[in-house]
């Protein structure tokens, strides 16, 4: 009986022309999705950087809208509880119950210093009255307000200075009998009402009135002097 012969080199044959090429990306395809990385990588990079300065932006404007509500908040305070006290500077001298002009308080511009009430001083248990001395002035482009712990100058007393807010300029305006003025000379009375112009670097112009004393001001006279 003749053995059968089994071949299989044509299997080996099937077995090879069946297989796979190995999977891989060409030099081509690798440099295409470089540059789509680095381009998304850059426009990322603008998000963020646009964001992280809108963020900075918001944040100076808001503080610098609170450092205009408190300067406002002393104006009001000071403004709204002045009296016509005269102010002893000397021996024998003595200074207006309110002095407004250029340099005052050694200024950069218009500076103002005048006596308030309304300072608190429980029993009396301090060694002052309820009366203290109040001015303001600009200096190095910002406001000042300079708070004495006396009504009368003393030039051996500091006062106490606390920067407000940027401010380029003031104009102060001055409504009595009737009419507005750029003006105020009465060494011993106050007006009935004050009114700031203020020139701020950020925010502009902004203008408040202030009713010192006597009943609200008459319609239609808010003209400018």
Not at 171 to 197: C, E, H, K, L, M
């Amino acid at each position: 009986m003749r053995a059968t012969r089994v071949t299989v080199s044509s299997h080996r044959r099937m077995g090879m022309s069946t297989r796979t090429p190995a999977a891989g990306f060409t030099l081509l395809e690798m440099l295409v999705a470089i540059a789509v990385f680095a381009m998304l990588s850059v426009m990322s990079q603008q998000v963020v950087s646009g964001v992280m300065q809108a963020d900075s932006i918001s944040e100076q404007q808001h503080s610098e809208l609170q450092a205009l509500q408190q300067m406002m908040q002393h104006l009001t305070h000071d403004l709204t509880q002045m009296i016509p006290k005269t102010v002893r500077s000397g021996p024998a001298g003595r200074e207006a119950a309110l002095l407004v002009g250029n340099g005052v308080l050694g200024s950069q511009g218009v500076g103002l210093r005048f006596t308030r009430g309304g300072v608190v001083n429980p029993h009396m248990m301090q060694a002052r009255s309820h009366f203290t001395q109040v001015g303001y002035r600009i200096a190095e482009g910002k406001l000042e307000r300079w708070l004495w712990p006396q009504t009368d100058l003393d030039s051996r007393v500091t006062p106490q200075v606390q920067v407000l807010a940027p401010v380029n300029a003031l104009r102060v305006q001055f409504y009595d009998n009737g009419r507005w003025s750029g003006q105020w000379s009465s060494p011993q009375a106050i007006p009935q009402a004050i009114r700031i112009t203020f020139d701020f670097p950020q925010l502009g112009t902004i203008e408040r009135v202030w009713l010192l004393r006597g009943a609200l001001l008459p319609s239609g006279r808010g003209g400018r002097a």
